[in-house]
T-cell receptor, first 119, second 111 residues
Framework: GAVVSQHPSWVICKSGTSVKIECRSL??????MFWYRQFPKQSLMLMAT?????????EQGVEKDKFLINHASLTLSTLTVTSAHPEDSSFYIC???????????????FGPGTRLTVL | GENVEQHPSTLSVQEGDSAVIKCTYS??????FPWYKQELGKGPQLIID?????GEKKDQRIAVTLNKTAKHFSLHITETQPEDSAVYFC??????????FGSGTKLNVKP
């Protein structure tokens, strides 16, 4: 199946700093990628839909100025947590879907996640 | 929007027994229902999925059933093994635009 990578796998930062998380589709092109947030022992909460070449679509209640999303190419989307605070500490997961080629018809492939800890 | 409910939240079975996890969804327009397995500290992995034009799908020890009228779908794992222990999530999607996840089921298979 297709592979989605995330970098870094974990990051620790000080309160007030910004952190960038990368999501890459390694062997397919993804016009759309999704960003999720997962708290311990809880489900995945969709934060935003990242669209290549256009602005991201944010879910209700998600601060777009705090969680900046850029989808600059068909294989890369980035999530930047700006002015991070301890309550932003969470597991951030991206997913990407192919466009129907290679037998992966719209299946969503998830990245391994990024553990963010804000001190 | 879509609301997906999942039960049970925890499930403990003896090795070799079967496990069933159930989900309900609210949006009748949802047409794609995947199941994911998530191990600690990792991203979800797709284990099986079903589309709304199919009532049942099976892949070795794993099967999924869908009842569109009742708006519920279930995951069935037979002959469970310790390595099946993980958290399982169901999800629903309309045309793959967004995926709404259930709350998760922690499956523990006792040797």
């Amino acid at each position: 199946g297709a592979v989605v990578s995330q970098h870094p796998s974990w990051v620790i930062c000080k309160s007030g700093t910004s952190v960038k998380i990368e999501c890459r589709s390694l062997d397919f092109q993804a016009t759309t990628m999704f960003w999720y947030r997962q708290f311990p022992k809880q489900s995945l909460m969709l934060m935003a839909t990242s669209n290549e070449g256009s602005k991201a679509t944010y879910e209700q209640g998600v601060e777009k100025d705090k969680f900046l999303i850029n989808h600059a190419s068909l294989t890369l989307s980035t999530l930047t947590v700006t002015s991070a605070h301890p309550e932003d500490s969470s597991f951030y997961i991206c997913s990407a879907g192919s466009t129907g080629t290679g037998g992966w018809d719209n299946e969503q492939f998830f990245g391994p996640g990024t553990r963010l800890t804000v001190l | 929007g879509e609301n997906v409910e999942q039960h049970p939240s925890t499930l403990s079975v003896q090795e070799g027994d079967s496990a069933v996890i159930k989900c309900t969804y609210s949006d009748s327009a949802s047409n794609y229902f995947p199941w994911y397995k998530q191990e600690l500290g990792k991203g979800p992995q797709l284990i099986i999925d079903i589309r709304s034009n199919v009532g049942e799908k099976k892949d070795q020890r794993i099967a999924v059933t869908l009842n569109k009228t009742a708006k519920h779908f279930s995951l069935h794992i037979t002959e469970t093994q310790p390595e099946d222990s993980a958290v399982y999530f169901c999800a629903a999607s309309k045309n793959f635009n967004k995926f709404y996840f259930g709350s998760g089921t922690k499956l523990n298979v006792k040797p």
